[in-house]
């Protein structure tokens, strides 16, 4: 049974789930359903996610296809190492700019999950040096990606 589903499963897409208001790699959320589907606490028709709230059962969520006002990683916070698996989910606009805010706080340096989201969401740093021997860059230092939207 559970073959056929992971089976089912397909393309390169992060597969993740939402459970009482946070969000977890499919690992970890396969693991929530095996305990309470253990527990028998799963829905009648898990399949059916209509048919339950997420608050009591995980459902499917489809990071990235979802943007968020942020990156996303696994809330259990310690699956890919010392941080939650980052779900490469989509950003909104305001996203990106809160997603600049905190590498801007880090400096040219981050610490290896938010180097993760700066490869994943394409921002490089620009230095002061590289603002001073350009004349035409008219920005201030620190992180910038080409996805950014102007507004
Ligand atoms: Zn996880």
């Known amino acids: 049974m559970a073959e056929a589903m992971a089976s089912g499963r397909k393309g390169l897409k992060t597969m993740a789930y939402v459970y ?4 977890w790699c499919d690992d970890c959320g396969r693991a929530i359903i095996d305990d309470l589907t253990a527990q028998e606490k799963a829905p009648e028709d898990p399949e059916d996610e209509s048919s339950f709230d ?3 059962f995980p459902k499917y969520y489809g990071a990235e296809d979802d943007e ?3 990156p996303q990683n696994c809330a259990d916070g310690k699956c890919a190492g ?9 950003l909104t606009g305001e996203g990106y700019a809160y997603l600049k805010n905190m590498l801007d706080n880090h400096g040219e340096t981050l610490p290896e999950y938010a180097q993760e989201w700066a490869d994943y969401y ?5 230095s002061a040096d590289d603002v001073a ?3 035409d860059e008219s920005c201030e230092p620190g ?4 996805e950014m939207t102007t507004n």
């Open 20 to 23: 009482q208001a946070d969000v």
């Open 54 to 56: 997420s608050d009591e």
């Open 68 to 70: 968020a006002d942020g």
């Open 82 to 90: 010392k941080y939650g698996t980052f779900l490469r989910n989509a």
């Open 122 to 126: 394409r921002f490089t740093y620009v």
């Open 133 to 135: 021997n350009d004349p």
């Open 143 to 146: 992180w910038y990606s080409d």
